[in-house]
């Protein structure tokens, strides 16, 4: 009987590790293509201590520094941001966060809140594949799935990725068991520089009335801040595309309005906050340069220190170390991207 | 006992080859469309044809000199939205398979028209005499062709917006 069941055990464990191996074999690394597609998990080894948190898409973690807030006003912050991050998906990770740590003030990019439905699976495996497993990551997978989509190939990605073996290169290889570090708490940095020029006028939508799904998270938002002591900030990125219109403005001031929620749109502050659309984006408007999140990050810091009470905690000298650390490889990064600039004349990697 | 962990060792790599050999074609999680252009709606500027989804090269030689033009990067995945302005209209292209295609057309103001006759400006009833019935006091109609939704949005039962949209997959 021993031996039957020795022969199982050994049967399971042998399955499982091959199964395992392939898995990792097979599922996209993120490591030189598609890099945003890993800041989601970047997050674990950074959780605790963060008094900000930046929830949103591109237009959170390309605009906003968090080793700037720190530089010049203590704050600690990260910006847990993803590429079309959707509102829902905000909502989750504001929710996955909480598991780790409850910050004084957490930030809201309202761009999402002109996709009222799930958009594309691309774009939900860049968010999605990179959370830890938790009730919460169950919830955002149901509610960000499109028609096409399985809950399986989320528990067991080896589903959704077993026919890319034909695609594997050496980095899937390289990056079998590790990751390198590529954001800065999020932020994901950008050095060069290309001047906006003349930005389309925008296309006229049928319905400007923004979704209901959209208010539903954003509601939830609100009550899991509320509950838990947190202030809520809702902001709009300076971005001149893709646009964002006068009509969803206007909804979102009256929902702060309503709630009693502070609502920026730094595209209305530019003259404030000194960005200079030929000099501060790297993609002529849709996000910033390195130049431009500082700026922004520079007067946002002010606010959040003025207006939110958001203390300086440079005297901590646990916390300065590792800021400290995070310090040299926001200057490591930035000098190898103006390193290209000089020899390449062109940023065509962060590192 | 050997010859049992042998069959469990097979199985599991037959399991595993199996799943490896299963699919075919790209899997790159990347956005992807497709399509072919039968009796579509197409937007006409001098020799120009303008079909979604067709090749953006050769209609932007035979279009000529654009005012404008402006580059959008994706947020993630490669490939590149650009926006041609030719003053009476934009014409949008997305990239696919290293190629640029024709993702839209935008009317932007009374100097061009659709080859049904239909421009900014257009009454309502002109638009349903031209493309079909739609829903009383509505504000837009939508008409679709196999890789073209039409859009026209209205006020006041005046056209104040015509565009060709590309039917693509998210």
């Known amino acids: 009987m021993k031996k039957r069941i020795v022969k199982i055990v050994i049967c399971v464990v042998l399955l499982a590790a091959t199964l395992f191996l392939l898995q990792k074999l097979l599922v996209p690394k993120y490591a030189t293509t598609n890099e945003e597609g890993i800041l989601s998990s970047e997050y674990y080894a950074n959780a605790g201590n963060n008094d900000v948190l930046f929830i949103g898409d591109c237009e959170v973690y390309t605009n906003f520094s968090p080793v700037k807030l720190w530089r010049d006003y203590g704050i600690t912050s990260y910006i847990r941001g993803t590429p079309q991050q959707l509102t829902w998906q905000s909502y989750y990770l504001l929710e996955d966060t909480l598991r780790y740590e409850t910050p004084k003030v957490v930030v809201f990019n309202v761009l999402a809140m002109k996709y009222a439905e799930p958009q594309n699976e691309a774009y939900n495996r860049l968010t999605l594949d990179g959370m830890k497993w938790s009730r919460t990551k169950l919830d955002a997978v149901k509610a960000s799935m499109t028609d096409e989509e399985t809950v399986a190939s989320y528990i067991f990605p080896l589903l959704r990725f077993h026919s890319r073996w034909n695609e594997l290169s050496s980095e899937d290889i390289n990056y079998l068991f590790r990751t390198e570090k590529l954001s800065h708490n999020g932020y994901l940095m950008r050095v060069d520089a290309k001047p906006a020029g003349q930005v389309p006028d925008p296309v006229p939508l049928p319905d400007y009335t923004i979704g209901h799904k959209c208010w539903e998270y954003l509601d939830k938002i609100r009550e899991t801040c509320e509950q838990k002591g947190i202030k809520l900030v809702l902001i709009k990125a300076p971005s001149l595309y893709p646009a964002w219109y006068d009509q969803w403005d206007k909804q979102v001031v009256e929902y702060a309005a309503k709630y009693g929620l502070e609502y920026i749109n730094f595209y209305t502050l530019a003259d404030e906050t000194g960005i200079d659309y030929n000099t501060d984006t790297y993609d002529a408007g849709l996000h910033l340069n390195l130049s431009g999140a500082e700026k922004l990050s520079a007067w946002f810091g002010k606010y959040l220190k003025e207006k939110c009470g958001v203390e300086d905690r440079r005297s901590d000298a646990a916390l300065a170390a590792e800021w400290a650390e995070r310090e040299e490889f926001y200057e490591f990064m930035k000098e190898a991207q103006y390193k290209q600039l000089r020899e390449e004349g062109a940023v065509t990697r962060y590192k | ?170």
């Not at chain 2, 497709?34 to 044809?49: I, L, M, P, Q, R």
């Not at chain 2, 079909?51 to 490939?79: I, Q, R, V």
């Open chain 2, 1 to 170: 006992m050997r010859k049992k962990i042998s069959a469990v060792i097979a199985l599991v790599l037959v399991l595993a080859i199996t799943l490896c050999a299963c699919g075919s074609g790209s899997n790159s999680v990347t956005p992807n469309n497709s399509g072919s252009n039968t009796k579509d709606f197409v937007f006409k500027s001098g020799s120009a044809t303008i079909a979604m989804k067709a090749e953006a090269e050769p209609l932007l030689k035979a279009l000529g000199a654009y005012k404008n033009s402006y580059e959008a990067p994706s947020c993630a995945f490669d490939g590149m939205d650009k926006i041609y302005s030719y003053g009476g209209f934009d014409l949008m292209t997305y990239t696919q398979n290293g190629k640029d295609l024709v993702s839209g057309v935008v009317l932007r103001d009374d100097t061009v028209e659709t080859p049904e006759g239909i421009a900014i400006g257009s009454s309502a009833d002109a638009v349903k005499k031209a493309y079909g019935e739609f829903e009383k006091d509505a504000t837009s109609a939508t008409y679709k062709s196999e890789n073209c939704k039409l859009l026209i949005i209205f006020e006041n039962g005046v056209v104040t917006s015509v565009q060709y949209i590309a039917l693509v997959e998210k």
